[in-house]
């Protein structure tokens, strides 16, 4: 079993609301990532957060939102999403950057 | 040029055979690759991780380094139907805005028939 923990699991939402995906890790890792997947591709680096500061963000619409509240949590903010956005959503972390990386279960994001 | 490319497949292979999975990568100086395996709706999990050249074994699993030749493989031996699912090669990479993050090839899907 991962021990990133993801929720939700699945989140359906209007491309009028505001939802977040949140993602915990109790393995006293310092570096925390969001990745996107589409269907039949791999995963694609979204935002990079070590010691709990932003560092790396791959041009990523400003509809999508990251927050690292402490050292365990990391939050994915999502507003006025496009149906394109629509994937599953994984979140990771890593001892450091550079470590290898663990993935969490993944939360599947369907916008309507 | 894409930073790591892995041979396309599918790959089907029969139960017990060999699955030989390939990968190449563009960064000289890598230092770090792995294997990851995805089951159709799930997510990436960790099942090699290769640092030096040469091979790393892990049960039926055997990964390959060839740091001259920029190239890491994955042997799948005693191919079972439950290894049936996309192997992903990835390397952690230096980016041009002096980053390193983990890139992915594209994946292979392995079939393995009954």
Redesign the interface.
């Known amino acids: 079993d991962t021990e990133v923990t993801q929720t939700p699991k699945h989140l359906v939402m209007g491309m009028t609301n505001k939802k977040s995906l949140k993602c915990e890790q109790h393995m006293g890792h310092r570096a925390m990532y969001w990745y996107k997947q589409k269907a039949k591709k791999p995963p694609e680096l979204m935002f990079v957060y070590s010691y709990e500061k932003l560092s790396i963000n791959e041009s990523v619409p400003s509809r999508f939102s990251p927050e690292c509240p402490n050292s365990s949590l990391l939050n994915l903010h999502l507003h006025a999403l496009q149906p394109e956005d629509s994937a599953l959503y994984l979140c990771a972390s890593s001892q450091a950057e550079r470590n290898t990386i663990y993935f969490g279960e993944g939360s599947w994001l369907t916008v309507v | 040029q894409k930073e790591v490319e892995q041979n396309s497949g599918p790959l089907s292979v029969p139960e017990g055979a060999i699955a030989s999975l390939n990968c190449t990568y563009s960064d000289r100086v890598s230092q ?1 690759f ?1 294997w ?1 395996r995805q089951y159709s709706g ?5 099942i090699m ?1 290769i640092y030096s050249n040469g091979d790393k074994e892990d049960g039926r699993f055997t990964a390959q380094l060839n740091k001259a030749s920029q190239y890491v493989s994955l042997l799948i031996r005693d191919s079972q139907p439950s290894d049936s699912a996309t192997y ?1 090669c990835a390397a ?1 990479l230096f980016t041009r ?1 002096n ?4 890139s ?4 292979t899907t392995v079939t393995v028939r009954a």
């Open positions: 770090s792995f990851y799930k997510s990436p999990e960790l991780s992903l952690i805005s980053d390193y993050k983990l992915f090839g594209a994946g």
